[in-house]
């Protein structure tokens, strides 16, 4: 299965990602209420040092966030979202020559980070904010569109779908990623992320990622997110700060299954995790 993304490297501003193994993504939350981490590193120069460690770990990428999409969580407004990211971003880049994916759905946000030096952006709304797609397709940088329903206000209200989570996910991601071509922003740009946790039950979850080489199927390198999930708590009866084994299993799953960046908040561990399953698939590969 680790074959259905072709090895490939991805343009990202001033970086160029190698995607022809699987690469770990350091998040940083610079807000006060998200799930794991909330208020931790919303100060600048914690953020800061907080990047460096996960860098120092091994991560390629950092992904920044000003606006938590928990479940149950509200928009902020664009202003209070750019004061939290935009410093941040700049510091990243200048300080550390950071490749930084900004996690955001706002146009304004974008276009303000792409500005600031980020590498990459990462919308779990797929772009559909008013302006998100036009602002994407200018700013020259690949994109994550991530599978959810709803909004996070309502996205886990009694979740359904009529057919396998699978087929559903990776049918919306076909035709959100067709609908981004048609605006002008090229396929080669596009990474696909199957949205775990999002206007999903546990059952659902589970199933996607068993059947994650579905998704893989559409030929363009998945990013999943899987670190600390409530999935792991309700299945093992673990509060979030003892999830990590649950999500190294689950980490080493999705790169099994055609995973090409896992989005984490334990670099190291997870690094450690997913390079020794790659030994593990690529065992014999150079002899073929």
């Given amino acids: 299965m680790m074959d259905s993304v072709s090895p490939a490297w991805l343009p990202c501003g001033r970086h160029r990602l190698d995607l022809s193994f699987p690469r770990v993504m350091g998040i940083l939350n610079v807000t006060p209420d998200s799930f794991s981490d909330g208020g931790r590193h919303n100060a600048r120069d914690a953020a800061l040092r907080h990047a460096e460690r996960m860098l120092a770990e091994g991560a390629a990428i950092i992904d920044v966030g000003g606006e938590s999409t928990r479940p149950g969580a509200t928009p902020v407004p664009v202003q209070q979202e750019l004061d939290r990211v935009v410093p941040v971003v700049e510091a990243l880049v200048r300080e550390l020559d950071a490749l930084v994916s900004v996690d955001t759905s ?22 559909r904010r008013e302006g998100a797609l036009a602002a994407a397709a200018t700013s020259g940088l690949p994109v994550c569109l991530m599978h959810m329903r709803g909004e996070p206000t309502d996205m886990q209200d009694a979740p359904h779908y009529d057919r396998p989570v699978e087929e559903a996910v990776a049918d919306f991601l076909a035709a959100r990623v067709a609908e981004c071509e048609a605006a002008g922003l090229r ?55 003892e999830r990590l084994p649950g999500g190294l299993a689950l980490a080493a799953l999705a790169v099994e299954r055609g995973a090409r960046i896992v989005r984490v908040h334990d670099v190291g561990p997870t690094l450690d995790a997913i390079n020794m399953i790659w030994a593990v698939l690529r065992e014999g590969c150079d002899h073929d």
Avoid: C, W, Y
């Fill in 106 to 127: 706002s146009p304004e946000v974008m276009r303000a980070v792409t500005q600031a030096g980020a590498g990459m952006l990462n919308d779990v709304r797929n772009l």
């Fill in 187 to 241: 396929r080669e740009r596009l990474l696909l992320d199957p949205g775990f946790g999002f206007a999903k039950t546990v059952e659902h979850n589970l199933r996607l990622l068993k059947h994650l080489d579905r998704v893989a199927q559409l030929g363009l390198p998945l990013l999943v997110g899987l670190s600390r999930k409530s999935m792991i708590g309700k299945v093992l009866g673990r509060p979030v700060e």
